[in-house]
């Protein structure tokens, strides 16, 4: 991958300023040499980071200090929370930069069953955040693969995705409102509880997906939901793409709106499972060549499992589905995520994997894939095509990995050689070149290629008016 990164200063912080840095958090929470390591590396290995300082403030006024002792001392700072990003976004990669981590701010301010909201700061984790939400029986929706670990602040600033968008949206189709500490190191108290305000620009949805590139969220008002009071899984086999996209409109039509999560997962996938997910067991009797991954989820008992057993039925007379395993209880629900979010990983033993995290309309996804695969295989003989991901949304994660035994490094080295190829099919199809994780630094220079100019000057405006010493996330996006 020929990334350069983005060095906006050469000269290295003065012990003066990384003196009054770290006054403002106090030593303990003031990271130099090997105690930074764990912030500048990031889940793939592809990066290695560098930084000055990493700094763990605990309230708002500190990173409020923090951002107008970097305005006046032109510090670059890279805001990071669980540092699971798959972009690059919150790694620093400036010798002079301070990482600011806010795991540390990672309580939660309120919770409101009957407003339906809760008051989160940015470090909470999110697993934390669901499970706060299910203690006053209601949902926190948004649900990835990293939740154990990633924080409300990064899933906000990435804007993440998962797999509970087909019904609840995105993560910034959950926010209500938000504080955040402007690069001047002004705070925007902007908690608002309120479905409606039209009192001028929603300026959320300015911060939320930036990437730490605008200002750094230290709080935010999320949505809640109902609880679930019922929810059905099945793993399904499947032919083909076009099966599973027939079968995701059977299930809307006889589901509606509980129809929460709908997964794609290549073969490939489930034999990598198999190789390298402790436990992992074939919930169906016989290979398929797809696999679909279905929930559905009602806040009211209501014969849900009726309904998914029926819709099923249903698709194998149809002969849209080759076979069906409902989940019969919560630990085979429980299996059936764990080999959807265990693809992440058992990616890895496999060698080096090229990815593309893409989104085309979802009636075409079955063209991208076939059209994808033909042209990966046809210019690397013998790669593997991993293809998986949130069909329901057209999201697919179109990752590839190295031919068996292949040479990780020269695989690798073909990075942009196969991002070519893989985009220049998502631009056919009207898609995007970043569904769900952002541009980071990943994608960077990609960017001027399939944005508008118009869009992309906006944007410029944008951080020059949010950012004019372009002291946050620098090099990051743009
Ligand atoms: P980080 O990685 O620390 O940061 C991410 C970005 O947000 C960076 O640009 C950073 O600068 C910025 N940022 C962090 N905190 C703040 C803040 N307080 N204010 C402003 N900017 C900030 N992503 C999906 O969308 N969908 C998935 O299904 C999904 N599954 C994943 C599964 C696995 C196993 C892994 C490893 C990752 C997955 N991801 C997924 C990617 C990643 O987990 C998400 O993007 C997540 O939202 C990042 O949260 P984080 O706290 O780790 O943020
Ligand atoms: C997922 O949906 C994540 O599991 C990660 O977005 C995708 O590993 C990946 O490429
Ligand atoms: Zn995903």
């Not at 996804?365 to 790669?383: Q, S």
């Not at 541009?439 to 405006?461: N, Q, S």
């Amino acid at each position: 991958m020929s990334f350069r990164p983005h060095i906006v200063s050469q000269s290295a912080l003065s012990p003066a300023a990384r003196e009054r840095f770290a006054k403002i958090v106090g030593e303990k929470y003031a990271l130099t040499g090997e105690a930074m390591q764990p912030f500048l590396r990031e889940p793939r290995d592809l990066y290695e980071g560098r930084a000055a300082l990493v700094l763990k403030p605990g309230t708002t006024a500190e990173v409020s200090q923090i951002l107008r002792l970097a305005q006046e001392t032109k510090t670059p700072v890279v805001p990071q929370g669980g540092n699971t990003g798959l972009v690059g976004g919150q790694i620093s990669f400036d010798g002079s930069a301070v990482v600011v981590s806010l795991v540390r701010m990672n309580k939660i301010r309120e919770v409101s069953a009957e407003g339906n909201y809760m008051v989160c700061e940015a470090g909470v984790v999110l697993q934390n955040a669901q499970e706060e939400a299910l203690r006053h029986d209601r949902l926190f929706p948004l649900s990835l693969g990293a939740e154990g670990t990633c924080t409300i602040g990064g899933n906000l600033g990435s804007n993440a995705g998962g797999t509970g968008a087909l019904a609840y949206g995105v993560a910034r189709d959950l926010v209500l409102g938000l504080e955040v500490v402007l690069a001047d190191g002004r705070i925007w108290h902007g908690l608002r509880k309120l479905k409606k305000d039209n009192t001028g620009y929603d300026l959320r949805h300015i911060f939320i997906g930036s990437e730490g590139t605008l200002g750094v969220i230290t709080a935010a008002v999320l949505k809640l939901f109902p609880a679930p009071r019922a929810v059905e899984a099945a793993f399904v086999g499947l032919k083909s793409p076009k099966d599973a996209l027939s079968l995701l409109n059977l299930l809307q039509s006889r589901a509606g709106s509980a129809l929460t999560s709908f997964e794609l997962i290549a073969r490939m996938a489930m034999e990598f499972n198999f190789l390298h997910l402790p436990g992992a067991r074939d919930p169906l009797g016989a290979p398929h060549r797809w696999y679909a991954l279905v929930e559905l989820t009602s806040p009211v008992e209501s014969g849900l499992r009726e309904t998914l057993e029926s819709a099923l039925e249903e698709a194998a007379e149809k002969n849209m589905v080759e076979d069906a395993a409902l989940a019969a209880n919560e630990a085979q629900r429980a299996a059936f995520w764990k080999l959807r979010t265990g693809i992440t990983e058992t990616q890895r033993p496999e060698g080096g994997s090229i990815k593309h995290d893409v989104s085309v309309p979802v009636a075409s996804v079955p063209a991208f894939l076939e059209e994808a695969d033909a042209a990966v295989i046809k210019l690397i003989p013998g790669a593997r095509p991993v293809p998986f991901g949130h069909m329901g949304d057209g999201n697919i994660h179109y990752n590839v990995s190295q031919p068996a035994g292949a040479d990780r490094a020269a695989f690798l080295a073909r990075w942009d050689e196969v991002n070519a190829l893989v985009h220049g099919i998502v631009a056919k199809f009207g898609g995007s070149i970043s569904a769900e994780h952002g541009i980071g630094v990943m994608k960077r220079d990609l960017l001027p290629e399939v944005k508008d100019p118009v869009e992309l000057d906006m944007m410029r405006a944008l951080k020059r008016t949010f950012d004019p010493n372009n002291i946050l996330n620098p090099g990051k996006v743009l």
